[in-house]
């Protein structure tokens, strides 16, 4: 599945969830803009347009994540180390 696809997904559950209108999670631009640019941290997805810090602490985490596992499971380079994630893993 598209990129594209999983994040107008996951803005639609979280729209669901918060009981929010879609647009109100992240723009349709917002959503292009992450596709192009792969945002990796949240310092990233907060120079994507429409994405203030309030989307950023709200939604971020969740978006970070498609991403990350989109790129993972396409093997697509990201630029930026993924220390945001580095808690989320069991320690070894």
Do not use: W
């Amino acid at each position: 599945m598209e990129l594209f696809e999983l994040l107008r997904e996951l803005r639609n559950s979280i729209a669901n969830r918060e009981d929010l209108i879609h647009y109100q999670i992240f723009t349709q631009k917002s959503l292009y803009a992450m596709c192009e640019i792969l945002p990796t941290s949240k310092t990233e997805l907060a120079q994507i347009h429409g994405m203030g810090k309030t989307r950023v602490d709200k939604y971020g985490a969740d978006i970070l994540k498609v991403i990350l596992e989109y790129c993972d499971e396409n093997d697509i380079e990201t630029s930026n180390d993924n220390s945001v994630f580095e808690e989320l893993k069991p320690k070894k």
